[in-house]
């Protein structure tokens, strides 16, 4: 299973962008799905997460601007990005806490990263 990320670019401040994640198969079980952001120098972050029953958990950066979604029967996770800020420029990765088959353990799943850059 590969996650696989889409939908990153250069924005202007204010504008919006929608990023996406399907796993490229389906998983034997998927729970959390989140996305994370990186910029250099600095450790990566959670920006967003959603459960597989729909609880979401923000960044306080992020809170009233950005919105996670996902859709289960896709194993697509969503995010929805509004009033952008040059401060959201980042590598963004998705994330996937799943078991891939019966045979393999719960580990957490990365998506490639898809660069997001917010011009002033």
């Known amino acids: 299973v590969q996650l696989q990320a889409s939908g990153g670019g250069l924005v202007q401040t204010g504008g919006s962008l929608r990023l996406s994640c399907a796993a490229s198969?389906?998983?034997?079980?998927?729970?959390?799905m989140g996305w994370y952001r990186q910029v250099p120098g600095k450790q990566r972050e959670l920006v967003a997460s959603?459960?597989?029953?729909?609880?979401?958990n923000y960044a306080d950066s992020v809170k009233g601007r950005f919105t996670i979604s996902r859709d289960n029967a896709k194993n697509t996770v969503y995010l929805q990005m509004n009033s952008l800020k040059p401060e959201d420029t980042a590598v963004y990765y998705c994330?996937?806490?799943?078991?891939?088959?019966?045979?393999?353990?719960?580990?957490?799943?990365w998506g490639q990263g898809t660069q997001v850059t917010v011009s002033s």
């Open positions: 994330n996937a806490k799943l078991r891939a088959t019966v045979v393999h353990p719960m580990n957490d799943y």
């Open positions: 198969a389906r998983p034997f079980v998927i729970n959390d």
């Open positions: 959603i459960t597989y029953g729909g609880s979401t």
